[in-house]
């Protein structure tokens, strides 16, 4: 019986240490901006960065970097093809010599839109292919993503913002995550916006809560004439 709860004790002491090293029961938070600057009539040039941490203000978890080439359809239809660059630390805690790992990224996108009452709906299909560099070896991944938001105004300064996106593998296990978030936004100018939110990030075994700090800059950069 002794040795039955010694057992337990040791299980019990490295569940709880395997959840604190991977930062589930910490806040963290993302750092984030997105702009979609117009070139012509038809094409506009996308620029994304994103700094996320482990916790509020430190212990750094993942850069990405992203950009790509849209073709606006019309108002409701776009088109885009991108590379995005990910450098990512996949660990909680800090170890002497620790390499972060690193991937290249393509991706292919359709962004759908329409309006229903005062809600604006944006239904966003992206497929990736992801060259991950990480520990020595390289590998290839394939993924799609749905993602569903939906944007009320408030005022013509205030809005709330919604959406839920699903990640799918293309191989190995089907589900890779979920992503749910909420946020108040405000319309700064009107190319300009910033909004505030929370994020519950779903993998099979671990739920992480983010804070979101996003900023959304689309100049134009057509020329005037």
């Given at each position: 019986m002794r040795r039955f709860f010694t057992i337990i004790s040791i299980i019990s002491i490295l569940t709880s240490v395997q959840a604190q090293d991977n930062g589930e029961d910490d806040l963290g938070?993302?750092?984030?901006?997105?702009g979609t600057n117009k070139i012509s009539n038809k094409l506009s040039i996308h620029t994304e960065a994103q700094f996320r941490y482990y916790e509020t203000a430190n212990n750094f978890n993942q850069l990405l970097l992203r950009t790509g080439l849209n073709y606006h359809i019309n108002p409701e239809a776009i088109v885009t093809a991108?590379?995005?660059y990910i450098s990512t630390?996949?660990?909680?805690?800090?170890?002497?010599?620790?390499?972060?790992?690193?991937?290249?990224?393509?991706?292919?996108?359709?962004?759908?839109?329409?309006?229903?009452?005062?809600?604006h709906f944006e239904h966003r299909y992206r497929l990736e292919q992801r060259?991950?560099?990480?520990?020595?070896?390289?590998?290839?991944?394939?993924r799609a993503r749905y993602r569903m938001q939906i944007t009320?105004?408030?005022?013509?300064?205030f809005f709330l913002n919604f959406?839920?996106?699903?990640?799918?593998n293309l191989q190995g296990e089907t589900f890779g995550?979920?992503?749910?978030?909420?946020?108040l936004g405000i319309n700064v100018t009107e190319n300009l916006s910033v909004q505030a939110g929370y994020l519950k990030n779903h993998f099979?075994?671990?739920?992480?809560?983010?804070?979101?700090?996003?900023i959304t800059f689309n100049p134009d950069l057509r020329k005037k004439k």
């Open positions: 938070a993302w750092y984030m901006y997105f991108g590379y995005g630390n996949g660990t909680f805690e800090e170890f002497f010599g620790e390499e972060n790992s690193t991937e290249h990224r393509i991706f292919e996108q359709l962004i759908l839109k329409n309006k229903v009452g005062e809600f060259f991950i560099e990480a520990y020595g070896f390289n590998e290839t991944q394939h009320l105004p408030l005022t013509d300064i959406y839920d996106e699903i990640f799918i995550q979920n992503r749910l978030y909420a946020a099979t075994n671990a739920n992480y809560d983010r804070l979101q700090f996003g």
